[in-house]
């Protein structure tokens, strides 16, 4: 299966790995895995989540060591297995996702801070560091100022802050862990085109993202990898977005327009120029019974302030909502939950899901009324009742007082998703409900949306992956600046017309 | 099927471990060097010391498991029997009656309450620390209450409040009692409520918390109150022991307090806790000292062991997690 594709020449690899394996505690993480990169090219590594990504990238950035028998070639030497100074002082740089900057310093220091440690004497020379991030700036083509703190600045400038600070190391290979998951598009372009500017500077990059799109537009070559184990080295050229995912999940997705004309259904939310200054503007739209409204658009177009206004979470300045025929005002989401709204985060990790606490008392923190018994919570009916969600929602679980944190994403959003299911809601708002989940693991989500809607629940699914809207809702709405200027139906409409209009 | 031993385990939870082997190695210490240990004077000593910390830990208990603090259990607990004091002695001091005292026990509590509410507000609207919010509470109760009573003992209480801080039914000491009855309210609330339910969503993460539709300030307001009618509770029960009522009285508590939540396995930074834990862990701090007390050590070393018991449990709670992990993974 693999398959060495000859792009680029013969030329010798900066990068070479062979027969890496790495053990946790009896789980083989990798099994046998070779991977390259050569000089100045942009090489996508691509797989679910735990699939061995993150491994092999802490392998060569010297942060795991692995099994004996692994042989590590780069820039001319061999290593048995690399340490992070070395890996280091030769020029392997990572932007990790979190990007480990720190907000509270400025600019310069952010960027040069590396540069003046284990120095001597041990005193901090504020203008070279200034000059030496001003410099790194100036490479990539960007100006900020370097005296302000790094959190005066929106992710997209930190992302090219965490780029500059990899560039004074004089890096020769630089990772970049999902680089562009919180940009918005054209911020996206923009960093796309500062990794092409690096690989023509000589630099290899190797980009890691779940976003098939740009995978296929920035790298040259990109190598897969599923549970642990190489599938294959593939030239991007060629390659298809359908055929890297069957590749990384090894199971074909044949996708389908699902939408359906749900006119004759009873309107349950209807909202009439609903507006809230700087977010979004006179939103106007209808979601029937049974029908799934998808909402689109880049991040930033005002579709969770919508949703969150829709919740009760944040008060409309002007406009009404209409609820099953009755007009509506929500001082609070308590308010929006009573009246049958229900609406899944799109932050399952910091406002989704409680991590730390268990999966049944995550499960009825929104409907604890229902586990009362003679005026106090009775575990019994809680057991009962997660135990049922559990089946009726095939989430595959350990213990019920396990942590939910130790379920997978896709687990996790089928737990967030009962939760809201036992609150009993006329109205289901999903607010991009496949984020960190597994592809393989997606299709399952929205078949769950497809069951929930058959059983005449509302649903908004809102998601910046136009796909995703296209082939699971009735109706598409695009929305962009706090407007919605777009209405689509997927039965006559083609996906690269709406994705035409929203990535435009 | 589960069995007994299993059902036991999941009613005490996994934070018995640390207070529950403590307690065994301090009977077994104790027992062993001093014969006189094990014997009804020890645990009769144990019963009387236990009720005021104790309460005051109950008191402490609930805002840490939102992921807050309340420094101003002590003094609270001073302010609450100031005012029980006053309604005696606006009622005829030492010939007050039953009428008064209940009447003074019910604004104790309510004061106790008020203070609560007052922290409960700011740190629920203003988002300002726990810690900062109590210590402002804590200085302001300290200073009106040295204010008022010059810095004085206020004393001159009926007769029959004795009892309360001495007295004993069946054998029992009434302040155990009134501990006991307290430990198994707390025990109710944070098992078998929702407010308890919701105490412990929120020391873990308010704003899921308040996305899941739970009235978080609601929360924090009604935590910060209990733990101020238990300090009142804490103030009652110091009053009726020492017959009388000074402000500054218990301030060494505070941080052991604190501790003895810690080493009952509540989690510091929210969410995690049992009240059953922490009562076994204050046993084993009154024992501790008792022990070292019969053997004729010093009252001060006493405290010290204190501080080594809690950073042994520390350090074997931390070694007891990796061995347990690296367990799991070989099981894989």
Known sequence: MQQLAPTGGSEKPLLSLNDINMTF???????????DVRPGEVHCLAGENGCGKSTLIKIITG????????????????????????????????????????????????????????????????????????????????????????????????????????????????????????????????????VRGLSAAGVAVVFVSHRLAEVLEISSRITVLRDGALVGVYPAEGMTQSRITELMT??????????????DQPVVLDVKGLSRPGQFDDISLTVRRGETLGITGLLGAG?????????????????????????????????AIKAGVAYLSEDRLSLGLIQPQSIADNLVISSLGKIVSGGFLSDERKRKLVAGWIADLGVKIGLQSDAISTLSGGNQQRIAIAKWLATDPKLLILDAPTVGVDVGARAGIFDIVAKLAETGLAIILISDEVPEVYFNADRVLHMAQGRIVGSYDPRSVPLAEIEGAVYA | MTSFSDRLKAWLGPEMAGPGLALVAVILVFGLVSPQFLSAATFGSVAFQLPELGLLTLAMLLPILTGGLNLAVTFTANIAGLTLAWVLQANGGADAGAGAFALGCILAVMVGAASGVVMGLVIAFTRAHPILVS??????????????????????????????????????????????????????????????????????NIEATRYSGINTRKVIVLVYTLSGAMCAIAGIIMLARFNSVRIGHGESYLLITVLACFLGGVNPFGGFGRVIPVFVALVVLQLLSSGLNLIGANQHLATAVWGLLLVGVMVLRFAASKFKISFVRKGT
Request: net charge neutral; hydrophobic share 45%.
């Open chain 2, 135 to 204: 210590l402002s509470m804590m200085i302001f109760l300290r200073g009106l209450g040295e204010f008022l009573t010059r810095g004085g003992d206020v004393s001159g209480f009926p007769a029959f409040i004795g009892p309360l801080g001495h007295g004993s039914i069946a054998g029992v000491p009434v302040p155990l009692i009134v501990f006991i009855a307290c430990v198994l309210a707390w025990h109710l609330l944070l098992t078998r409520t929702k407010l308890g339910f919701n105490t412990y969503m929120i020391g873990s």
């Open chain 1, 63 to 194: 942060v795991y060591r692995p099994a004996d028998g692994a042989s590590i070639e780069y820039d001319g030497e061999v290593y048995s297995h690399m340490s992070p100074v070395t890996a280091q002082d030769r020029g392997i740089q990572v932007i990790w996702q979190d990007l480990a900057l720190f907000p509270e310093m400025s600019v310069a220091e952010n960027i040069a801070f590396q540069t003046v440690l284990g120095r001597w004497p041990k005193l901090v020379d504020y203008g070279r560091m200034r000059k030496i991030a001003t410099d790194a700036l100036q490479r990539l083509g960007i100006t900020l100022d370097v005296d302000l703190p790094l959190k005066e600045y929106a992710i997209a400038q930190r992302q090219i802050v965490a780029i500059a600070r990899a560039l004074v190391g004089e890096a020769k290979l630089v990772f970049m862990d999902e680089p562009t998951a919180s940009l918005t598009q054209s911020e996206t372009d923009h960093l796309l085109d500062i």
């Open chain 1, 25 to 35: 505690g009896g789980v083989k993480a990798l099994k046998n895995v070779s991977f």
């Open chain 1, 303 to 335: 579709r969770t302030e919508l949703a969150q206004t829709l919740f009760g979470m944040l008060q409309p300045a002007a406009g009404t909502i209409t609820l099953e025929g009755k007009p509506v005002h929500f001082s609070s989401n308590r308010d």
């Open chain 1, 250 to 263: 090894g199971k074909t997705f044949d996708q389908e327009v699902r939408a359906t004309a749900r006119q």
